[in-house]
């Protein structure tokens, strides 16, 4: 009786094999193409991640440039270069001091 349960299962087992082996494989086949595609995605967010960072640099820097080409020193120093009117920075009011809107009294 044990004898013929092992041939029935092995006889079960060699007519399974080549399905077994074949669903094996494309799982296998399936694990890596979903890892590969993982890999892929985390390198793409990694890189728009730099480029982000070196844009808000860039962004400060160009902030930092446009507060001081924005300063009354600079826009006096200027009128004396071209020899324009003497800006008076006495007389010099902020409006608003996000946009740097200013009036002259």
């Keep these: 009786m044990f004898k013929f349960k092992m041939s029935k299962t ?3 087992i060699k007519r399974y094999n080549t399905p077994a082996f074949l669903i094996v494989a494309f799982l296998w086949v399936g694990i890596l193409v ?3 595609f993982s890999n892929h995605q ?3 967010r990694n890189d728009l991640s730099k480029s982000i960072k070196s844009i808000e640099d860039e962004l400060r820097l160009l902030n930092a440039n446009v507060s001081e ?3 009354t020193q600079r826009i006096e120093n200027e009128s004396k270069r ?3 009117v003497k800006v008076q920075s006495e007389n010099i009011y902020y409006l608003d001091d996000e946009q740097g809107k200013v009036a002259l009294r």
Excluded: D, K
Aim: charged share 5%; proline share 0%; no cysteine.
């Design 42 to 44: 985390n390198l793409q």
């Design 82 to 84: 071209l020899e324009l």
């Design 69 to 71: 080409l924005q300063t």
């Design 34 to 36: 979903s890892t590969n």
């Design 10 to 12: 092995w006889n079960l």
